[in-house]
């Protein structure tokens, strides 16, 4: 199974499907992680967070694949920002990875109430011209969060994660994104939790296509550009989630998913959410 990768502002390329592994800890993560890698996964995202650095760095190494051919991609905690807590922040994530650079480095949430954001971004601007990191990058920034790091250091952040899925189309945010080439990722790209797959008018664009009603969330990501992390510690259903390259949704399916979006108002709100 080979997974398209995509061209990111800085050069580097990003494989358009990750493995997401929020909620996999201890030997289920190591499995989970070595069967996506075996299969053909190469992109891997984690955060200090989620606790399961360390298993995911060991879920590489089991799967026996040249660790220079996975990337990683882990996230700052509210916690760690700040530009000397990102650096050491950095240093630990690495450790724990079992790592001499981090692929792609995150913050994780803005978090205004902290008023971090600027420096930790700095500390990635320098991370990044060391060679500490190769793609530094946020999560959850809306237009304004961005804006403020751009004015403060002249760089954009190469990838921004984001709630995303047809259920949460976050239109205005991703062209605000694509005007400036930052790379969209859509974490939680499945809508299940909104309900998507169960949408009658996306069971029968599954029956249609022959796929699953997850791929057909999938593909509406993949095919404008957008890359997702979809989590399963399951084997078959890694495979499934990877397996969207081999059709296409029409206009009508598009127009169809696109009734479909429940609007910005119904995203987390990074201004208010804030996690440490
Ligand atoms: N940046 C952020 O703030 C942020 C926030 C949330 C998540 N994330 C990242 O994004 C990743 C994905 O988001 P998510 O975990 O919230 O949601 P998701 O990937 O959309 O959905 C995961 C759930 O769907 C199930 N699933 C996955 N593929 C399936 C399939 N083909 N058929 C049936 N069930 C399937 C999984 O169960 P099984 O494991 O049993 O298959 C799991 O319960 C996370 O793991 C994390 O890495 C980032």
Known sequence: MEIPTVGLRNGVSL???GLGTFGMLGPPCVGAVESAVRNGYRLLDTASNYGNERSVGMGIEESGVDRHRVMVQTKIAGGDQGYDEAINAAKESARRLGVDHIDVYLIHWPCPSLG?????WEALVTLSAEGFVRVPGVSNFKEPHLQALFDATGVWPAINQIQ???ALAR??????MAQRQIFAQAWHPTGRKEGLLHDPSVLAMARKHGKSPTQIALRWAVQQGIGVVPKSSHRGRQSENADIFDFSLDEADLRALAELDRGEAAARDSDVVEEY
């Not at 971090?116 to 930790?120: E, G, L």
């Open 171 to 176: 239109t205005e945010l991703r062209e605000f």
């Open 164 to 166: 995303c899925s047809p």
């Open 116 to 120: 971090k954001s600027v420096q930790t």
């Open 15 to 17: 494989p358009l499907v």
